[in-house]
């Protein structure tokens, strides 16, 4: 599985971006596609993660009712909409893709095995 994430850049606080991510090499029917993020000098944190197959989403509380986190099953791309951006959402931001085997509970907590290069995001205030 690769994992190709686009989309960042420099932006005014209260502006917005819409990062995205095309996957490739496998079938992602039981796949959990996930963006996560990494500040300098921070430990990389999640911020929010779809179910391929049926579109159940998460978001980490920091983000939530900001961000939106939706895939394009026909271009195989998992795209995260920024909204409000906040000077602390600088970070560079990672796409990643996790397989199951039984049902996930919790889409934060899985073992995200595939990982893209990260994108830059800078808010500026």
């Known amino acids: 599985v690769q994992l190709q994430a686009s989309g960042g850049g420099l932006v005014q606080a209260g502006g917005s971006l819409r990062l995205s991510c095309a996957a490739s090499?496998?079938?992602?029917?039981?796949?959990?596609m996930g963006w996560f993020r990494q500040a300098p000098g921070q430990e990389r944190e999640f911020v929010a993660a779809?179910?391929?197959?049926?579109?159940?989403?998460l978001y980490a509380d920091s983000v939530k009712g900001r961000f939106t986190i939706f895939r394009d099953i026909a271009r195989n791309t998992v795209s995260l909409q920024m909204n409000s951006l906040k000077p602390e959402d600088t970070a560079v931001y990672y796409c990643?893709?996790?397989?199951?085997?039984?049902?996930?509970?919790?889409?934060?907590?899985?073992?995200?095995?595939?990982w893209g290069q990260g994108t830059q995001v800078t808010v500026s205030s």
């Open positions: 090499g496998g079938t992602f029917s039981t796949y959990v």
């Open positions: 990643a893709a996790a397989t199951y085997s039984s049902w996930p509970q919790n889409l934060r907590d899985l073992k995200y095995a595939y």
């Open positions: 779809i179910m391929w197959s049926i579109g159940r989403t």
